[in-house]
């Protein structure tokens, strides 16, 4: 009897032991199981780093490809490529967009749709004021004032937030669909749906994508849960935004507004000139980033727009027949235009539906002028006796005119 109890109690002892082992060593074999979370304190096993090198470039490329897209295509993300931005329909060409290097680049600044004081056709354009940019009649040179507020075109200005939220979208798509997990034969991984967010500061963009990774090791079955990554590029997304909603308000408010002379430490900014039909592709390149070893553009298409003659203060003179008509003759204040777009302008001086004089207007201040050598006859006259004089400003697309009948000496 004495015996079968010294049993009992040596088995008892043995599996009292054996549970206090089991609890002892149980949070090491669940640490074995599950591993923390990438981008915590505590290190990844060793194996586990390549898969989150991996993932880690398959971000960074993701995040590039939008950019550039995102650059390319003035701030847009179509359906197509995996974001939000309804696609354009290839009538839509020469109205919302225009292809430019195999990129639908949307149009920021558009044709005026008028607004106060605002005329949107010519002969009447820009302003309902006949003496823009004077005052008024007496056509003082200090009255001057060019900036009209919506009479030059309008824009279509960048939205920060959807701009934002079509960039994630891409990031998040284009990781789902190009970060192949199946190159690591060690691992049996499983992956759930990314999500991105992105945080612009002054200085850099960061990006943070939530993307969980399972991996079970096929040897040893020790577990490897991943789930937050963040890279970041030394660029300001929102500085851009600001920067290109910047551009395009001064743009369309003042005709004398160079915008390929504007200063910018982040950007350079150029004029593609002519990229359907009068239709201008404005540039902006940022030399802080590279994609591909490529600086990072920004492109927006410009819609062309009629330049503006400045009035005209003809003269009440009468014309003398047999003698030349100089333009002295016809016009008190000289003959000038403005164009939004900086485009070459040529006025004419027009009698009879002949040119009589011209001058070109450069974009860099200078003109060319070819006087007149015009001897008026009874052919310059119509079936009142009078002279039409038409001065005109076009920039081959777009006229803008003034005119006056003359009277006739006998």
């Known amino acids: 009897m004495r015996a079968q109890v010294t049993v009992f109690i040596i088995l008892g002892l043995v ?110 354009y820009p302003s309902i004021n006949a003496f823009y940019p004077y005052a008024d009649a007496s056509a003082n040179p200090a009255s001057k004032q060019y900036e009209k507020s919506g009479c030059f075109g309008r824009r279509v200005p960048l939205d920060v937030e959807k701009a934002r939220l079509q960039l994630e979208e891409f990031i998040s798509s284009h990781l789902e669909e190009n970060c192949k997990l199946d190159s690591f034969p060690l691992f049996s991984i499983t992956a ?9 500061t002054p200085s850099r963009t960061a990006y943070t994508v939530s993307y969980p990774i399972e991996l079970v090791n096929k ?31 001064s743009d369309v408010s003042d005709p004398r507004f160079d915008i390929a002379g504007t200063d910018d430490p982040g950007f350079g900014v150029s004029v593609i000139t002519d990229q359907y039909s009068k239709d201008d592709v404005v540039s902006l390149v940022s030399p802080q980033l590279k994609i591909d070893g490529q600086p990072f553009v920004f492109a927006f298409a410009r819609r062309n727009r009629p330049p503006a003659l400045e009035y005209v203060d003809f003269t009440s003179s009468q014309l003398t027949r047999g003698v030349v008509v100089n333009v002295g003759d016809l016009v008190l204040n000289g003959l000038a235009a403005v164009d939004p777009d900086e485009d070459i302008i040529n006025i004419t001086v027009n009698l009879a539906q002949e040119v009589i004089a011209y001058s070109a207007l450069f974009p860099n201040g200078t003109r060319e002028d070819v006087p007149s050598t015009h001897i008026l006859s009874d052919l310059d006259l119509d079936a009142s006796g009078q002279a039409a004089v038409v001065v005109a400003a076009t920039d081959k697309q777009f006229t803008d005119t003034q005119a006056k009948q003359f009277g006739v000496q006998p």
């Open 192 to 200: 759930g749906a990314p999500t991105t967010t992105i945080v612009s």
């Open 219 to 249: 040897n040893t079955q020790a577990r490897a849960q991943l789930s937050n990554y963040t890279i970041t590029h030394p660029f300001s997304l929102n500085h851009l935004y600001d920067f290109v909603n910047t551009l395009t308000s």
């Open 15 to 124: 599996v009292l032991l054996l549970a206090i082992a089991f609890f002892l060593f149980l949070p090491s074999l669940k640490q074995q199981q599950t591993k923390l979370q990438a981008g915590q304190a505590q290190a990844l096993p060793k194996e586990v780093e390549p898969v989150v090198t991996f993932v880690e470039a398959c971000i960074d490329a993701a995040a590039k490809e939008g950019l550039r897209l995102l650059g390319g295509q003035g701030g847009y993300l179509y359906e197509a490529q995996g974001s939000l931005k309804l696609d354009y329909a290839a009538s839509q060409e020469g109205k919302f967009y225009l292809n430019y290097r195999q990129l639908q680049v949307p149009y920021r600044i558009q044709k005026s749709i008028g607004g106060p004081g605002c005329a949107i056709d010519p002969p009447s």
